[in-house]
Structure formats: C-alpha cells, structure tokens
C-alpha cells in the first residue's frame, strides 16, 4: 500500500506564494512520477506540474514561470512552489503519485487567490 499526506494550501492575494508539499510512505519504488492537478468549481480536473524520480519535468502552459515542482527522492516528497499566483489559479489541488500497479491521489488541498 501507499499513502499519501499533503500540505500547504490556503488563502493568499493575488500576486502572493504558497507551497504545497505531499509525502508518499509505504511501498515505494525507485521509478515512480509524482505530480499537482487541480480542480476548480464546474471545470474538469486538470495537470498542473509532474516530476519523475528522474527528474523530467511537465508543467501546464498557464504555469509555466510562475510555478517550480521539485522533489526529494530520500523523503519520497513532492512540492510545488506557486509564485505569482492569479485569482484563476483558485482551485483543489491534489497530489497524483503514479508506479507499477498504482495511480493514487490525495485528498486535495484547497488554494484561494483572492483581495
């Protein structure tokens, strides 16, 4: 089994930062990808950023700049640190951990970008 707990989130103005951090324990293999989706109310879940074990990187074009994955592969710990943040990027974000045999997600962290 594998387990996922994330953090960060809240309410920040527009123009502020926040980092959101998920930590994946249990049966983790070396090659695995880990990545940031998010919801917003009445649209389709969507990916933000994903990073593999590896280190290859892919981030949405409305991101890109603005928002850094990264990962600590001894903690088995993905973070997004989100920059510059617009009203739009209001949403549920979740963590997506994904190997051999398994596509897990979070339970979802909410970020509101509003004045």
């Known amino acids: 089994q594998v387990q996922l707990v994330e953090s960060g989130g809240g309410l920040v103005q527009p123009g502020g930062s926040l980092r959101l951090s998920c930590a994946a324990s249990g049966n983790i293999f070396r090659f695995n990808t880990m990545g940031w989706y998010r919801q917003a109310p009445g649209k389709q879940r969507e990916l933000v950023a994903t990073?593999?074990?590896?280190?290859?990187?892919n981030y949405v074009d409305s991101v890109k700049g603005r928002f850094t994955i990264s990962r600590d592969n001894t903690k088995n710990t993905v973070y997004l640190e989100m920059n510059s943040l617009k009203p739009e990027d209001t949403a549920a974000y979740y963590c997506r951990f994904l190997q051999s045999g398994y596509d897990l997600w979070g339970q979802g962290t909410q970020v509101t970008v509003s004045s």
């Open positions: 990073i593999t074990t590896g280190g290859s990187i």
